[in-house]
């Protein structure tokens, strides 16, 4: 039975044991205020069946107030899945009387690809887009999984569905390969205006010895897929080095108005300690500019999360640890004449385990997040900061427990079109499978949560 630990998706996520993310239990608890006017539920837990384990990414929100999200493994997987009871899923959450989770599809680790750890995009045609870190071509071993990752595509069935088992059919317009193209795609998909797919990948790319701690198998890439006829074709805009110029993206990249792209590195920079980067365009390629270096002081180091603007053009982000308290911090990059201001808005407490996904901020300008450890228990939380009279307010929405609430909570907070916030976690919850044990013992095999203001 594979430990909680062993158990973690590769890439990014996989590196938080060494930022202090095992699953522990402290023997001294100290209470956190918890903010009173909210309810937290858990609408659905996972049984490392057919409907997928461990869900390590946040939700996206449709129209209609469903969820979609995607499971690292469970599911209907084959003989790739390396003994984790399926390669992943991807489902819909729908509210009828309750939350009714529909299977979307269930990947079986051959060309379709296994283990995705991203969100889903939706395209103009209702069909969805999302990444997985194993399966495809390629020689790669990322965790469990074989094949060095896709990019895949989800059409709906074209007939109306009136059951939960409805499946969609796949198609990978992308199979990456390890060599120049890339290795392991994590994080989420971003569109451009023209409808041009963009994204990262943790390795691959240019050779780069062991600057990253991947063996020569390069430092990572930034991805543009451009609808070539029936198909696509994918260059690598930017190859990292792991240098100064940064290593290992493990999130997504975010356009600005002037169709710059910005993201971040968990590794590289001065210090490596991890980059915030921007890549411009020029002429025929791109152009890459180092906007910080973080230390791993009081700054924050080593962020894994990714970039959000708010609307006057500040970037905001969140490093995985570092920072005064030790357990990561949030901070603002904001922007005046080109150059750019670096501010820390809050640290969290700890050893590591601070924000894996990126931030989500409201029309009041206020950010939600998760932690991935931390909290009243060290499970993770789901934390909101306000802006008040120059400094930032900390309120904590949902300390996890461990329990059946959940715990470590890798992906972001969603919001619908009521305020209702919602997030997964990649542990525990009242039920889980075989395949959802830890050295502990079992636990369950993660939950989906809704908050109700």
């Known amino acids: 039975m594979a430990s909680a630990e062993q158990h973690r998706i590769s890439g990014s996520r996989a590196r938080a044991s060494a930022l202090g993310l095992a699953v522990i239990f402290v023997l001294t608890i100290v209470p956190m205020r918890q903010a009173r006017a909210q309810t937290f539920q858990v609408i659905h837990s996972f049984s490392g069946g057919p409907d997928g384990a461990n869900p390590a990414a946040s939700l996206t929100i449709d129209q209609a107030g469903n969820a979609y999200g995607t499971a690292t493994s469970g599911g209907n997987g084959g003989l790739n ?11 819909k959450l729908t509210h009828r009387t309750g939350w009714v989770l529909s299977p979307l599809y269930s990947f079986q680790g051959g060309d379709d690809g296994a283990g995705p750890d991203g969100a889903v995009l ?14 495809g071509d390629g020689t790669c071993t990322n965790g469990y999984f074989p094949g060095c990752g896709v990019v895949f595509r989800l059409r709906p069935s ?28 994590q994080g989420d998909l971003v569109f451009d205006q023209a409808g041009n797919l963009y994204g990262t990948t943790y390795a691959g790319g240019l050779p780069s010895g062991y600057l990253c701690g991947d063996g020569g198998r390069g430092c990572g890439i930034v991805y543009k897929l451009t609808v070539a006829g029936s198909g696509w074709e994918k260059s690598a805009i930017y190859s990292f080095t792991g240098g100064n110029d940064g290593g290992a993206p493990a999130a ?22 991890g980059t915030v980067y921007q890549l411009t365009p020029a002429g025929s390629g791109w152009t890459e500019n180092v906007l910080y270096n973080f230390g ?46 670096f ?7 700890g050893n590591g385990g601070g924000p894996l996904a990126s931030l989500t901020i409201d029309g009041a300008g206020s950010l939600y997040g998760t932690t991935a450890a931390g909290g009243s228990f060290q499970c993770g939380s789901v934390f909101k900061l ?37 997030g997964t976690t990649l542990w525990w919850g009242p039920s889980g499978g075989i395949y959802c044990g830890t050295d502990q013992g079992p636990v369950g095999c993660g939950v989906v949560w809704e908050i109700t203001p």
């Open 81 to 91: 899945c390396g003994g984790l009871g399926g390669c992943g899923t991807v489902f």
């Open 122 to 135: 939706f395209g103009q045609d209702g069909t969805l887009y999302g990444t997985a870190t194993g399966g």
């Open 158 to 185: 074209a007939r109306a569905c009136r059951t939960a088992l409805c499946t969609w059919t796949e198609t990978t317009p992308y199979q990456f390969t390890q060599l120049s193209d890339g290795q392991g795609p």
């Open 252 to 273: 997504g990249v975010v356009f600005d108005t002037a169709g710059r792209l910005y993201g971040t590195t968990e590794l590289g920079g001065t210090h490596n300690s």
């Open 296 to 341: 791993n002081g009081t700054d924050g180091g080593y962020p894994i999360a990714g970039l959000i603007f708010d609307s006057s053009g500040n970037l905001y982000g969140a490093t995985s640890g570092g920072g005064s308290g030790g357990g990561g911090t949030v901070f603002k990059l904001s922007s005046l004449n080109g150059s750019w201001t």
């Open 343 to 349: 501010t820390v808005l809050y640290s969290f407490a």
């Open 386 to 422: 306000t802006p008040s009279g120059g400094v930032w307010r900390y309120t904590s929405l949902h300390d996890f427990s461990c329990g059946n609430d959940g715990g470590l909570p890798y992906g972001g907070v969603s919001f619908d079109r009521n305020g209702n916030l919602y």
